[in-house]
């Protein structure tokens, strides 16, 4: 049996564990060994695999070089794996601080494995200019976990918007937030259902927008709580940024295997899943955004088509029809060279080095601003400790404490003759 030792920061139950690493291994029936729990970091044992993985920002640990050298070393294949383009993670983002100090671990890693495995078109042209071994597998839906449910189309003139979004997504649901209050303002039967992502306080502030703070680190329990949730409209807002750009498409296949149809940016991440008016809603910018919620809202016909083709596109991407991809990628087989041969690499890889060489300057300063301020605090406190010796030896040297001295020796030889 194949033996592959993972090394994540991710918890094992993560969404990033089973699209990327679990599902598939599930299928080709391959042993799967977490490296890293709650009691460490198990480095020994990747001597004995017979491939290493290792995840998105787990070089943020010092024992990634180790495992590095093992894996040259002992000959064996070193994958790095990434679904997301964290070298451009904004700073307003809540996991900027979480990156920016490993972002040469991460090139680093990249540079050093024998391949790499990414999730987008994307990422494969970003990331060709530094390792030319890079296999594309795309995120597929595991059937194990989601169900394609039946279509249910609500004809009732009361309609919900629907978002789901981590944490991480604020931004983007700050960016439609105009958007859905002129939707709220123009239409008295539409409410909004927001999932994850806490929403600006202009939404929270509308009495038909419901928020349900939801938080699933645990991908299964997330898929069938998820399932039981319904609304009439789905929207994807993305911004259009690097960051963005880099992200997979699996909202789409969530959404869409509940029979409900969406409205999704018109950016990479959806573009290979979504036909324009077949399956789906592309928008720009936020006019357009305002005409195709509307159109979907308006329209129930058009809702059932668009959740239908949907569906199909889904049953195209579910993980039992496309594992072997995965296998192929960890194989590092030259046949899937063909899906990615129509992609162009013009990006400057000068471009990523800049970039990470300007945030790692950022961090060296804020490593120095750290120890200065720490310099200056144990200065201070030696200070403060050389002051109070020097008022204690003023105070025992005085001619008060001296006086002091001899009263307290008078009292108690007065407290012995009374006794």
């Known amino acids: 049996m194949t033996r592959i030792v993972i090394y994540s920061a991710d918890p094992w139950d993560s969404a990033i564990s089973y699209l ?7 299928y080709l ?17 990747a001597k004995d695999a017979d491939y290493i993985i290792i995840q998105r920002d787990f ?13 040259k070393q002992k000959g064996i294949p070193l994958i790095y794996e990434i679904d997301d383009w964290i070298f451009y993670t904004p700073d307003s983002n809540k996991q900027y601080e979480a990156y920016r100090y490993y972002l040469n671990g991460i ?12 999730s987008s078109k994307f990422l494969y042209r970003q990331l060709i200019n530094f390792n030319k071994h890079v296999f594309l597998f795309p995120n597929y839906l595991p059937e194990n976990i989601w169900k394609i449910k039946s279509l ?4 009732s003139e009361n309609l919900t918007i629907g978002y789901m979004g981590g944490n991480t997504h604020d931004q983007d649901l700050e960016w439609v937030t105009p958007v859905l209050l002129k939707i709220l303002e123009q239409n008295k039967n539409v409410s909004i259902k927001i999932w994850g992502c806490r929403p600006p306080q202009q939404l929270l502030d509308q009495p038909k927008v419901q928020y349900l703070a939801i938080d699933f680190q645990d991908y299964p329990q997330f898929a069938e709580y998820f399932q039981n949730q319904s609304c009439d409209v789905f929207i994807a807002p993305l911004l259009d940024s690097p960051f963005d750009q880099g992200k997979s498409g699996i909202k789409f296949l969530e959404y869409s295997a509940l029979g409900i149809p969406g409205v999704y940016k018109r950016l990479d991440p959806y573009i290979d899943y979504v036909v324009d008016g077949e399956n789906g809603y592309l928008a720009g910018g936020l006019d357009e955004w305002y005409e195709k919620i509307v159109s979907l809202l308006s329209d129930s016909n058009i809702r059932h ?11 195209q991407h579910v ?19 063909e899906i990615v041969d129509d992609m162009t690499h013009d990006n400057s890889p000068l471009d990523l080095i800049q970039h990470i060489s300007i945030h790692t300057q950022k961090a060296i300063w804020d490593i120095q601003n750290i120890i200065a301020s720490l310099k200056q605090e144990n200065h201070d406190l030696e200070n403060e400790n050389l002051g109070l010796k020097e008022h204690l030896d003023n105070v025992l040297n005085s001619q008060t404490w001296k006086i002091a001295k001899i009263i307290q020796s008078i009292l108690r030889v007065f407290k012995f003759q009374k006794e």
């Open 29 to 45: 029936g391959w042993e799967l060994i977490p490296a890293k729990t709650d009691g460490g970091i198990d480095t020994h044992i």
């Open 305 to 315: 088509r668009f959740a239908e083709n949907a569906q199909i596109t889904v049953r």
């Open 20 to 26: 990327r690493i679990r599902e598939p291994a599930y």
């Open 152 to 155: 249910e189309i609500d004809n």
């Open 59 to 71: 070089p943020r640990f010092v024992q990634c070089n180790e495992i590095i050298q093992i894996a």
């Open 319 to 337: 993980m039992s029809k496309h594992f072997r991809e995965w296998e192929t990628a960890i194989n590092g087989s030259s046949i899937q060279t």
């Open 107 to 118: 090139l680093n890693t990249i540079i050093a494995a024998d391949r790499v495995i990414i």
